[in-house]
C-alpha cells in the first residue's frame, strides 16, 4: 500500500508563496484522483484541490487563481503551489488519493502570519 508524505509546509507572510509536496512511497500512475484538503483550528476539513490522472484539474473557490496542483507520476509526487497567501490559509494541509482504496498522509502545518 502507498504511503503519503507531505513536505514544504512552514511560516510565511501575508502575500508570500509556498510549494507543498506529497510523495508517494510508491507508483501513484494508478491512483485516479489526487488532492489536497486542508484543516484549520477549530474548523471542518476543507477540500482544496484534486487532479486526476488523465489531468482533470479542479479548486476550491477559496483558493482559485491563487494554488496550482500539479502531479509528477515518473517522481510519485503531487505539489500544491500556493502564491498570495492570506492568513485564512492558515491550515494543516493533508494529502489524499482516491483509487481503489484511499490514502492519507500526515499532513503538514502552514502559517500565515506577519
Known amino acids: 500500500q502507498v504511503q503519503l508524505v507531505e513536505s514544504g509546509g512552514g511560516l510565511v507572510q501575508p502575500g508570500g508563496s509556498l510549494r507543498l509536496s506529497c510523495a508517494g512511497s510508491g507508483s501513484i500512475a494508478s491512483i485516479y484522483v489526487m488532492g489536497w484538503y486542508r484543516q484549520a483550528p477549530g474548523k471542518q476539513r476543507e477540500w482544496v484541490a484534486h487532479?486526476?490522472?488523465?489531468?482533470?484539474?479542479n479548486y476550491a473557490d477559496s483558493v482559485k487563481g491563487r494554488f496550482t496542483i500539479s502531479r509528477d507520476n515518473a517522481k510519485n509526487t503531487v505539489y500544491l503551489q500556493m502564491r498570495s497567501l492570506k492568513p485564512e490559509d492558515t491550515a494543516v494541509y493533508y494529502c489524499y488519493g482516491r483509487g481503489a482504496v484511499g490514502y492519507w498522509g500526515q499532513g503538514t502545518q502552514v502559517t500565515v502570519s506577519s
Open positions: 487532479i486526476t490522472s488523465d489531468g482533470t484539474i
